[in-house]
């Protein structure tokens, strides 16, 4: 089992920048893909990025240019570097564990970190 703790959320300014971490325990990177999904009210949960089991980096399409996920494997740690944020980026984000080479079905979960964006 993974455990998952996340942690860099807080309130910013729109257009600023977070940095968001994710400290791994139980298990190393090198087995899983890796990465961040989110959660605004109201709305579903939804995949921002990932770093593949291959070593693919994918994006949201909403955030592309704007957020670089990085890893760690060393340290057994994930960040989320995100740029120009915007209203709408605000949300509980999560880290993520998958099996397989992609993010689309996460295995584990953190508690998640919240991001509020002010405009």
């Known amino acids: 089992e993974v455990h998952l703790v996340e942690s860099g959320g807080g309130l910013v300014q729109a257009g600023g920048s977070l940095r968001l971490s994710c400290a791994a325990s139980?298990?190393?990177?090198?087995?899983?893909?890796i990465g961040w999904w989110r959660e605004a009210p109201g709305k579903e949960r939804e995949g921002v990025s990932c770093?593949?089991?291959?070593?693919?980096?994918y994006y949201a399409d909403s955030v592309k240019g704007r957020f670089t996920v990085s890893s760690d494997v060393a340290k057994n740690m994930l960040y989320l570097q995100m740029n120009s944020l915007k209203p709408e980026d605000a949300a509980v984000y999560y880290c993520?564990?998958?099996?397989?080479?992609?993010?689309?079905?996460?295995?584990?979960w953190g508690q998640g970190t919240q991001v509020t964006v002010s405009s």
């Open positions: 993520i564990v998958a099996y397989g080479d992609d993010c689309s079905d996460p295995t584990y």
């Open positions: 770093i593949s089991l291959s070593d693919g980096t």
């Open positions: 139980g298990s190393t990177f090198d087995d899983y893909s």
